[in-house]
């Protein structure tokens, strides 16, 4: 089955001080943030941030995605930060940002075209009262429309800074991440993935792709469809799923694609390194195998 992709002709991509986004039409795709997003009222400034992407939206218009949600303040859309990594004699945590040992910023803009745009994040230790950049990523995020599906392609290329190795430790949780609108939760949603999957098997399970789709109001539902490169670290990647109770059965989905869950991944300078993930977003539901072809397409 081949998934013949659209002109860019409604594609476009807006930038402002705030953001940089993808257009179809005048609906928005996606933003990605460029500022930085202050912390929760009353809260740490620490758990402000920038790098991340909210809102994902639907074809119709739905938010699918959730920042700063109050069981995980540091939770932000679409995201990928490592949660353990060796720096010299540190291990660091970029990714509950409120201990306050490191965080991923936002630096410049790189390259903007007609359906997709390139920023460079910075990866920064803030310990012994100073920062320090360690990793820069260079994101490319691109937007297609096919048969009424966004198909957003999300590609990192890391490159170390510096002369110490970037010694991502294995743990559980870490890499690209995916907090889900605040009305998903277990009783709800439809998951799926590569392997035939659900919500109480998928956690710490392999997988080609996940798939989520719930209601997003007025009868109506939509889903996102995730895929991980064949060509990724440790591929297929093993996933993190909060499983079934988690957070009291409340505003509990929450994908991560996670290439250090088992082994540690060690980045060395002067090699680049890459991560490259499809998302395909669309209104209704799909089955098994509309999602193996997409992945198929992929593959490719």
Do not use: C
Not at 37 to 45: Q, T
Not at 99 to 117: A, C, L, P, W
Not at 202 to 208: I, K, L, P, V, Y
Not at 246 to 255: R, T
């Amino acid at each position: 089955m081949s998934f013949g992709f659209s002109a860019f002709a409604q594609i476009s991509v807006r930038e402002t001080d705030e953001n940089i986004s993808l257009y179809n039409g005048e609906k928005v795709i996606l933003s990605y943030q460029k500022a930085v997003y202050p912390a929760p009222a009353g809260r740490s400034e620490l758990y402000q941030r920038s790098g991340f992407v909210h809102p994902l939206n639907s074809p119709a218009g739905a938010t699918l995605t959730r920042i700063q949600p109050p069981d995980h303040y540091h939770h932000y859309g679409i995201w990928n930060p490592w949660t353990r990594v060796l720096v010299e004699a540190d291990t660091v945590d970029f990714w509950n940002i409120a201990d306050g040992q490191g965080t991923v910023r936002y630096q410049n803009t790189k390259k903007i075209k007609k359906n997709s745009f390139t920023v460079l994040q910075e990866h920064v230790v803030l310990l012994h009262d100073s920062e320090k950049v360690v990793l820069n990523e260079e994101i490319t995020i691109s937007a297609k429309k096919d048969d009424g599906k966004y198909v957003i392609d999300h590609n990192s290329v890391y490159r170390v800074q510096g002369e110490i190795p970037f010694h991502i430790l294995a743990y559980r949780y870490q890499g690209f991440g995916f907090r889900a609108r605040k009305s998903w939760n277990e009783e709800n949603i439809r998951m799926l993935t590569s392997e035939g999957l659900d919500l109480d098997s998928a956690n710490f399970s392999r997988g080609n792709w996940i798939l989520v789709e719930g209601p997003v109001g007025n009868n109506q539902s939509a889903g996102i469809l995730f895929m991980g490169h064949k060509q990724n670290y440790n591929a297929p990647q093993l996933f993190r799923v909060w499983p079934r109770g988690s957070n009291e059965g409340q505003e509990n989905i929450f994908i991560n694609f996670n290439p250090a869950q088992d082994v540690d991944w060690v980045m060395e300078p002067g090699v680049k390194y890459q991560l490259n993930y499809r998302i395909v977003v669309y209104d209704g539901r799909i089955e098994q195998k509309v999602a193996e072809d997409l992945w198929m397409e992929y593959a490719k």
